[in-house]
């Protein structure tokens, strides 16, 4: 069984940072592809960044030099450093894995296993 679970959430003022960690069990990190997505109230989810099985990256561009991706094969968890957050960044994040191996994409349906999510607040 998959298990994703994330940490880190909380609430921040506008230009600080978050670091937001997913730690898997029953999943290979070094295998599969990885994401987080986010959810704002009343909108569409969408794709943040992700990182493929060959460790390529791919970003919103929305969040393209502020966010980075990142994982730890050893420890089975995956990172996103926030870096000057803005008010527009507030929604539950949550990551995803595909379960097959991939190059890094934001396709949420193509992804496999979901965690339940944290939540980031960044006010102004």
């Known amino acids: 069984q998959v298990l994703l679970v994330e940490s880190g959430g909380g609430s921040v003022q506008a230009g600080g940072s978050l670091r937001l960690s997913c730690a898997a069990s029953g999943y290979t990190y070094s295998s599969y592809c990885m994401g987080w997505f986010r959810q704002a109230p009343g909108k569409e989810r969408e794709g943040v960044a992700a990182?493929?099985?060959?460790?390529?990256?791919s970003y919103a561009d929305s969040v393209k030099g502020r966010f980075a991706i990142s994982k730890d094969n050893a420890k089975n968890t995956l990172y996103l450093q926030m870096n000057s957050l803005k008010p527009e960044d507030t929604a539950m994040y949550y990551c995803?894995?595909?379960?097959?191996?991939?190059?890094?994409?934001?396709?949420?349906?193509?992804?496999?296993?979901w965690g339940q999510g944290t939540q980031v607040t960044v006010s102004s």
């Open positions: 990182i493929g099985s060959d460790g390529s990256t």
């Open positions: 995803a894995g595909s379960g097959s191996w991939c190059r890094a994409h934001l396709r949420g349906p193509l992804y496999r296993y």
